[in-house]
């Protein structure tokens, strides 16, 4: 598995690093666990741990130092008056009479975010155009009469033009619309499963290799593609103002919290781009005023941050990286 990791370069744009403010009670000296993130790990120095490349300051002596690793000491220096920075220490292994360079995989590395939270969002295509779906090859009949399927069920179908040999399985899903205007955003494509082709031909024998849900008659396929590695993320705001709405909390009905991916209104059509953190905020309905008899309407709350990691032209996904309280449908997400 490829590491997630920080580019530790600064975005265009960025703010300057004197807007890195530090915790009330900051480590002098933190050494790296198995099991950390990048993300955690910014959380321990800053109150706004997405302008972690602002205080970084790498090591040209040392191999690799935009990556961190288990076992690595992160020192931090935040003199009065000046700009707090994070150096790496990391110690230097000497293997008597084997004169050659020791290797740290990349895979090592301390991940961005968690990955298994992330990598069933990366290759399966969630969201498509209304009627895209109607092209794609389908589930036509079952061995034997089967209406149902699931791992290792042999079926057969239509569509499937022999250019590859393995396919996703996916239902049309959840309408994405905009709660605000009401425009159609895209349709979630439910991924059901996965199979393989048994026997090339009009009508395709086919066995399913895995199955998340149950498969039936009419179910769609499209090709696999490759495995994708796991992208290198950099946190950063948004460089223009942005608003938008949760639309959709994976696994849930109505909330969520931390380590849950959610849909946003926001696309590439917005700018927005993988590594992007949204500030997610609830906004509370409007209170009578027992004094004027009035209505009291409630700034915006603040909810959590989300990280965005896959961008479609009207949506992208995001994971909840931080919660205050629960997560709803229809919350606001803007700049954090």
Same mark, same amino acid.
């Given at each position: ?9 600064? =975005?265009? /744009? ?6 890195? &403010? ?7 000296r ?23 490349? @602002? ?6 002596? +040392? ?23 994070? &150096? ?9 009479? @084997? ?13 961005? +975010? =968690?990955?298994?939270?992330i ?23 079952? $061995?034997?009469?089967s ?13 499937v033009? /022999? ?10 899903? &959840? ?7 009401g ?42 593609? $490759? ?8 946190p950063?705001? =948004? ?7 949760v ?22 059509? @917005? ?13 509370e ?12 309407? +409630?700034?915006?709350? $603040? ?10 032209? &009207?949506?992208s996904?995001a ?11 229809? $919350? ?5």
């Open positions: 598995m490829a590491a997630l990791v920080f580019a530790f370069t600064l =975005p265009a /744009g960025s703010a300057q690093a004197e807007d890195a &403010k530090l915790t009330a009670n900051p480590p002098d933190y050494t790296v666990q198995k099991g950390d993130t990048l993300w955690d790990i910014a959380q321990r120095f800053l109150e706004n741990p997405w302008r972690w490349p @602002e205080i970084w300051q790498q090591n040209p002596s +040392i191999e690799n130092p935009h990556l961190i690793y288990p076992g690595d000491v992160l020192v931090l220096s935040a003199a009065p008056g000046e700009q707090p920075k994070v &150096k790496l220490l990391r110690e230097r292994k000497v293997t008597k009479l @084997e004169p050659k360079v020791r290797v740290v995989p990349r895979e090592d590395a301390i991940p961005t +975010i =968690p990955p298994d939270a990598q069933p969002f990366l290759s399966a295509p969630l969201v498509v155009e209304e009627g895209d779906l109607s092209h794609a090859g389908y589930v036509a009949a079952g $061995d034997e009469g209406l149902i399927l699931g791992k290792y069920s042999v079926f057969f179908a239509k569509g033009d /022999g250019d590859s040999e393995r396919y996703n399985i996916f239902r049309p899903g &959840k309408r994405l619309v905009n709660p605000e205007t425009e159609f955003l895209g349709l979630q494509a439910i991924h059901l499963g996965d199979a393989r082709v048994l026997a090339e031909g009009d009508v395709a024998k086919m066995e399913v290799t895995s199955s998340t849900q149950e498969i039936g008659l009419g179910d769609r396929m499209v090709p696999t593609k $490759d495995n994708i590695a796991l992208p290198y993320y950099q950063h705001a =948004p460089d223009q103002p942005v608003h938008g709405y639309i959709d909390i994976h696994g849930a009905v109505a909330e969520g919290g931390p380590y849950q991916v959610i849909v946003v209104s926001l696309g590439s059509r @917005e700018q927005m781009e993988p590594g992007h953190v949204l500030r997610i905020q609830r906004q309905p409007e209170q009578k005023d027992v004094v004027t008899g009035g209505k009291v309407t +409630i700034p915006p709350q $603040d909810s959590g941050l989300a990280m965005v990691f896959r961008v479609f032209h &009207k949506v996904y994971l909840v990286l931080k919660a205050s309280r629960a997560v709803h449908l229809n $919350d606001r997400v803007t700049n954090p």
